[in-house]
């Protein structure tokens, strides 16, 4: 979905190094979500977002912190990367205004720690 | 279970229909949903279905719900190589905070010419 941009597309990066990734949207939408994917587990939900104020926890965030600088951004930091967060990262986005609220997902991230 | 349940392999004939399967966790669960992820790609929402309804068909694509079971299935008519891809099921839970979705971990779809 070309509304949620997410940047960059791939990444390699040393185990300890910290590392952002960004996610920027056109679509207007209040609610913004990380999720990771690793082969054969599925998605798995890191944090989520109402709007700038409002940051959770999703199932799996523990050693990512993030940052809602506008309602169209929502970034993810590793702090100190290690290589079993090596994987596949998504931002997406819903909108609390409709009943049925779909996730509208970026084309991810893939990080690679060494 | 508390998990959303699919199996993660598929292969069909070109031209056969395909039906994915999917188990889900909440009987109260208000929405279902399924999304087609294709390699180096991100998710694209195919079809979604309320959960007051049993079947919903749009083109190629029916969806059927079980309740009592908490069971959801993609039927693929006419499957195209195109259609060879990664298809993910997903529920939003009653109540679910800030309207999170819960996906299970995919199903490869290899279709065969």
Same mark, same amino acid.
């Given at each position: 979905d070309a509304d949620v941009t997410q940047t960059p597309r791939n990444r390699i990066t040393k185990t300890g190094k910290r590392i952002m990734l960004e996610c920027s949207q056109?679509?207007?939408?209040?609610r913004m979500y990380w999720y990771r994917q690793d082969p054969g587990l599925g998605l798995r939900l890191i944090y989520y977002s109402f709007d700038v104020k409002d940051i959770n926890k999703g199932?799996? %965030?523990?050693g990512y912190s993030v940052s809602r @600088?506008? @309602?169209a951004k929502f970034s993810l930091s590793l702090e100190s990367a290690i290589p079993n967060q090596t994987a596949l990262y998504f931002c997406a986005t819903s909108d609390s205004?409709? %009943?049925? %609220?779909p996730l509208h997902f970026g084309n991810g991230t893939r990080l690679t720690v060494t | 279970g508390e998990d959303v349940e699919q199996s993660l392999f598929l292969s069909v004939r070109e031209g056969d229909s395909s039906v994915i399967n999917c188990t889900y966790t #909440?009987?109260?669960?208000?929405y279902l949903y399924w999304y087609k992820q294709e390699p180096g790609a991100g998710l694209q929402l195919l079809t979604y279905i309320f959960s007051n309804m049993d079947m919903k068909q749009d083109q190629r694509l029916t969806v059927l719900l079980n309740k009592k079971d908490k069971h959801l299935s993609l039927r693929i008519a006419d499957?195209?190589?195109? #259609?060879s891809a990664i298809y993910f099921c997903a529920e939003r839970k009653r109540g679910s905070t800030l309207g999170r979705l819960y996906f299970g971990r995919g199903t490869q779809l290899t279709v065969w010419p």
């Open positions: 056109t679509k207007g939408h209040d199932e799996i %965030s523990d @600088q506008a @309602q205004g409709e %009943s049925n %609220s | #909440d009987s109260s669960s208000t499957t195209q190589t195109g #259609d």
